[in-house]
């Protein structure tokens, strides 16, 4: 499965804040998104994160992530 641009992950980012869609929908953007940006809190950011972010700082908090090698 191909891993989407940026443009398009902001597009879902947005369609997801906004409560875009029926659950199918979501569900399917949401598995989109964790193929293509590899952090597992991604959902935390802009479903539990109360600072407001725009759907592109979401992106770059959720880019930025780093796992801990052991």
Same mark, same amino acid.
């Given at each position: 499965?191909?891993?989407?641009? #940026?443009? $398009? %992950?902001? $597009?879902? &980012? =947005? #369609? +997801? %804040? #906004?409560? =875009?869609?029926?659950? /199918? =929908?979501?569900?399917?953007?949401? =598995?989109?998104?964790? #193929?293509? &940006?590899?952090?597992?809190?991604? +959902?935390?950011? *802009? *479903?539990?994160?109360?600072? $407001?972010?725009?759907? $592109?700082? &979401?992106? /770059?908090?959720?880019?930025?992530?780093?796992?801990?090698?052991?």
């Amino acid at each position: 499965m191909k891993r989407l641009t #940026r443009t $398009e %992950m902001i $597009e879902l &980012i =947005e #369609r +997801l %804040m #906004r409560g =875009e869609g029926d659950d /199918d =929908e979501a569900r399917a953007w949401i =598995e989109a998104l964790e #193929r293509s &940006i590899p952090n597992p809190h991604i +959902l935390d950011l *802009f *479903f539990y994160d109360r600072s $407001e972010l725009t759907a $592109e700082q &979401i992106l /770059d908090k959720a880019s930025a992530y780093r796992p801990i090698e052991l």
